[in-house]
């Protein structure tokens, strides 16, 4: 008996579109340029990223530096940090300076007898009270200076956001050329901007 299994064809049923055959589409003539790889597709988000100004400042209002990792700029964070460490570090010196010489200051206007705290013989009771104003102006100094480096984290965090992808090519240029005029022709200032490219 004949083996009749090698003459049955079997319909391809995926691709049966009005009886026609499915569509080669020939990718040799796809120019390499218009070929996108995964990798070029996340190059490409990435350079499109542009972050929200104001959520950028309110991350770094929370929590400094958290708008910096929000804009991607990781190299900031550690700078902050080495910052707020500094900070912390004059301000713990300063008022633990501030509260010796104010305790040996007080001690001696307080008593009558002859003073016992650890700094007879080194400093007067005027030169006492010199220091703690001094200790107490530097406190002053460490907590503005904390504060405006608080404030300017989050104002570079907020300007950072709205140039994230302002153009910094050559393209931008500025020369001088005749231009027409109302009045005639003259000599103006012409500047070539590119414009940020639509998301």
Request: positive net charge.
């Amino acid at each position: 008996m004949p083996d009749t299994s090698l003459n049955n064809i079997i319909a391809d049923t995926l691709h049966k579109v009005k009886g026609t055959p499915p569509a080669q589409v020939d990718t040799t003539n796809i120019p390499a340029a218009k070929v996108m790889t995964h990798a070029d597709s996340v190059a490409a988000k990435l350079i499109l990223f542009q972050p929200i100004p104001k959520k950028s400042g309110l991350y770094s209002a929370i929590l400094p530096g958290l708008g910096q990792l929000y804009n991607r700029q990781y190299w900031k964070v550690p700078v902050i940090y080495a910052g707020i460490g500094v900070a912390g570090y004059f301000f713990i010196d300063n008022i633990k300076n501030y509260q010796d010489y104010r305790k040996a200051y007080v001690g001696r206007l307080n008593t009558t007898a002859v003073p016992t705290d650890k700094y007879v013989g080194i400093y007067t009771t005027s030169q006492l009270q010199q220091l703690q104003d001094d200790y107490n102006r530097y406190l002053d100094l460490t907590v503005l200076f904390a504060g405006l480096g608080y404030a300017v984290q989050i104002l570079d965090a907020i300007t950072f956001a709205h140039l994230k992808n302002f153009d910094i090519s050559r393209d931008i240029s500025m020369r001088l050329r005749p231009v027409a005029l109302p009045t005639g022709l003259g000599m103006g200032i012409v500047f070539s901007i590119k414009d940020r490219p639509s998301r």
